[in-house]
Nanobody, 116 residues
Framework: QVQLIESGGGLVHPGGSLNLSCVAS????????MGWFRQAPGEQRELVAR????????NYSASVRGRFTMTRDVAKNAVYLQMNNLEIEDTAIYYC?????????WGQGTQVTVSS
């Protein structure tokens, strides 16, 4: 059974930083397209960053490029999202996703709140 467990969310001031973690069990993350999504209240879930399976580089949405960095640690079977210079608009529940062809797995989400 595939499980994705996120952690690292919290409350920060604008300009602050957080580092989200997603640890996988029941599978090897290297075989999946791994992504971070977020969903703000009343909004659609959107892709924030993604690392395509068996590659090393990450792709980012325009809204976070230059501020967020997604990495993967194969030895720890985990992906991370380092979020710097956070803005109020980054407030959302952040979800880890493993996807390949028609199969997708989601974590339970971790709340990120950016507020002054």
């Amino acid at each position: 059974q595939v499980q994705l467990i996120e952690s690292g969310g919290g409350l920060v001031h604008p300009g602050g930083s957080l580092n989200l973690s997603c640890v996988a069990s029941g599978t090897l993350i290297y075989i999946w397209d791994m992504g971070w999504f977020r969903q703000a209240p009343g909004e659609q879930r959107e892709l924030v960053a993604r690392i395509v399976r068996k590659t090393d580089g990450a792709n980012y949405s325009a809204s976070v490029r230059g501020r967020f960095t997604m990495t993967r640690d194969v030895a720890k079977n985990a992906v991370y999202l380092q979020m710097n210079n956070l803005e109020i608009e980054d407030t959302a529940i952040y979800y880890c996703n493993a996807n390949y062809l028609s199969t997708a797995h989601w974590g339970q989400g971790t709340q990120v709140t950016v507020s002054s």
